[in-house]
């Protein structure tokens, strides 16, 4: 069986995926004057897939088919036979590695969309803040204002190790808001300092979790 695909008026390509013990072929053919064809070009191949790959690229575009029908044309097919098929699979190891980077690039997204990250910011002449964002936005969706660094970094001791809690925390945000969330998080560092107190483990003075590593 074979497949004929017109790139130009002049230059087709032919492929016999079937048929032939000695592989599947891909043909690059010259029409003449009286609308029959010679073949300028030919390559067996060890898979109906590359062939479908080789003829594929081949007549990716009328122009790329034109050029190398004509190089094959003019260099004759021994000549130009290992060119065409090295660009080829050239072109086609480089579509593969684009394929395999946004395969990447989309897992990449996928895992930053599902992780949340806590943030602190120090802006020039303007109150401290921390924020969670999660990683596939651009902005956090909960942030929380202080009048002193020292303040935002004794919610920070608390919170850092909260990761796990993070997507209630969002979830929380978005139900009842930001008041919510700042009373959630305010009542969890509270009741820690609380009973870290209790066990003897505070740090004292304005940041009792200082040297807490979490439960």
């Known amino acids: 069986m074979s497949n004929l695909l017109s790139g130009t008026s002049r230059y087709v390509a032919q492929m016999e995926d079937a048929g032939h013990a000695a592989g599947p072929c891909v ?55 290992p060119v065409i098929l090295a660009s080829a699979r050239f072109a086609e190891a480089e579509r593969q590695e684009a394929e395999r ?26 109150a401290p803040y921390l924020g969670l964002e999660r990683g596939n936005k651009r902005e956090p969706f909960f942030v929380m204002r202080f009048d002193e660094r020292w303040e935002r970094d004794r919610v920070c001791d608390w919170l850092m190790y909260q990761k796990a809690r993070f997507a209630e925390m969002e979830r929380l945000f978005q139900t009842s808001g930001q008041l919510a969330l700042e009373k959630h998080v305010l009542d969890g560092m509270l009741a820690t300092e609380k009973d870290a107190r209790r066990r003897g483990i505070s740090a004292g003075g304005r940041r009792p979790l200082r040297f807490w590593r979490g439960e």
């Open 101 to 126: 980077r946004e395969r990447e690039r989309i897992e990449e997204e996928a895992r930053r969309a599902d992780e949340i990250t806590l943030y602190t910011y120090t802006p020039h002449k303007k």
């Open 27 to 81: 043909r690059i053919l010259r029409s003449l004057a009286d609308d029959t064809h010679v073949v300028v070009w030919h390559v067996r191949l060890d898979t109906p897939e590359e062939a479908a790959s080789i003829r594929d690229w081949l007549t990716s575009t009328p122009e790329r088919l034109r050029f190398w029908g004509r190089v094959a044309f003019r260099l004759g097919p021994d000549a130009a036979g």
